[in-house]
């Protein structure tokens, strides 16, 4: 059985940074697709990162050059540093991910397919201004 836990969740203030946390157990599901995904009250789930097994990732634009995802295969590990934080990062960050590849649009792997088999339960960011 599959599990993912994420932690490193908390809250900052706006320019601050979090650094978050997701651990596989069960499986090396980490050396597939895998995701850091986000739901803020009232709105539908975003992909901010998305990580292929083969080593590229995709960021949102909304977090392009202030979020840095990582993987770390011989423990299993998935991270994601996040830098100048600003009010609307304030969601439920999830962790998910998949037995295969990501899904590619241009290549790429997709920010919008969010059908994920493995889901952690979540860590709140909270970023105040």
């Known amino acids: 059985q599959v599990k993912l836990m994420e932690s490193g969740g908390g809250s900052v203030r706006a320019g601050g940074s979090l650094k978050l946390a997701c651990e596989g157990f069960?499986?090396?599901?980490?050396?597939?697709?895998m995701a850091w995904v986000r739901q803020a009250p009232g709105s539908e789930r975003e992909a901010v990162a998305v990580l292929d097994g083969d080593g590229s990732i995709n960021y949102a634009d909304s977090v392009k050059g202030r979020f840095t995802a990582s993987k770390d295969t011989t423990k299993n590990t998935l991270s994601l540093q996040m830098d100048a934080l600003k009010p609307e990062d304030s969601a439920m960050y999830y962790c998910a991910g998949d037995r295969w590849g990501c899904t590619l649009i241009n290549g790429r792997p997709s920010l919008v397919h969010l059908d994920y088999s493995y889901w952690g339960q979540g860590t709140q960011v909270t970023v105040s201004s």
């Open positions: 069960g499986s090396t599901v980490i050396r597939k697709c």
